[in-house]
């Protein structure tokens, strides 16, 4: 039984530029959320992705938009990078009925 | 708007004494609270959760409890071990659909 992974793990991008991180949820769950860690900090939550669709979203601009495809897997698209994106970007799955979460191990994103 | 707040900001123990992480949070509402560890380069992995109908609970060398009146929780682990070493990050929501908010976080060392 898979657990939750992500790809890539590393990414190196410029200012600018756009980026699309992918998540693909630990079998049986069916809600992605999506949060962004940076150095020292504890996750801030972006948004949490349900039925294709997007259920709550935290205090993060526009430029920070995702996906959830039919299989479950969610993708979190960021435009207009600025150096300040740089973190460690974590989807964690759970089941809609349930609070447990589980974390993927993270992509590292670094714009320079 | 939604704060947990996290004490403290780090800790050192020698191997085998008792280490004790408090977080408080301002939600009343909230009523799932999770413990993370977050060892370094690695993803958060969920060591203990509690729910507010429940004042305590434990699994082997850790323990939770939960204040409802006060607003806060305790992470408890008793005879530390080296490979405790790590950032704890404590969570609260109110339910499994919610906007997440975690805790700062908890640098813990365990000196051997």
């Known amino acids: 039984d898979a657990g939750v992974t992500q790809s890539p793990t590393h990414l190196i991008k410029t200012r600018g530029q756009q980026v699309t991180l992918r998540c693909s949820p630990k079998?049986?769950?069916?809600?992605v959320s999506w949060y962004q860690q940076a150095l020292g900090q504890g996750p801030q939550f972006i948004f949490q992705y349900y039925e294709e669709e997007e259920r709550q979203r935290g205090n993060f601009p526009d430029r920070f938009s995702g996906h959830q495809f039919p299989n479950y897997s969610s993708e979190l698209n960021v435009n207009a990078l600025l150096l300040g994106d740089s973190a460690l970007y974590l989807c964690?799955?759970?089941?809609?009925?349930?609070?447990?979460?589980?974390f993927g191990p993270g992509t590292r994103l670094l714009v320079l | 708007g939604e704060n947990v707040e996290q004490h403290p900001s780090t800790l050192s123990v020698q191997e085998g004494d008792s280490a004790v992480i408090k977080c408080t949070y301002s939600d009343s509402a909230s009523n799932y609270f999770p413990w993370y560890k977050q060892e370094l380069g690695k993803r958060p992995q969920l060591i203990i959760d509690?729910?507010?109908?429940?004042g305590e609970k434990k699994d082997q060398r850790i323990a939770v409890t939960l204040n409802k009146t006060a607003k806060h929780f305790s992470l408890h682990i008793t005879e530390t071990q080296p490979e405790d070493s790590a950032v704890y990050f404590c969570?609260?929501?109110?339910?499994?659909?919610?906007?997440?908010?975690f805790g700062p976080g908890t640098s813990l060392s365990v000196i051997p």
């Open positions: 969570a609260a929501w109110k339910t499994s659909y919610d906007k997440v908010i």
């Open positions: 509690i729910r507010s109908n429940v």
């Open positions: 964690a799955s759970s089941r809609t009925d349930q609070e447990t979460q589980y």
């Open positions: 079998s049986g769950h069916d809600t």
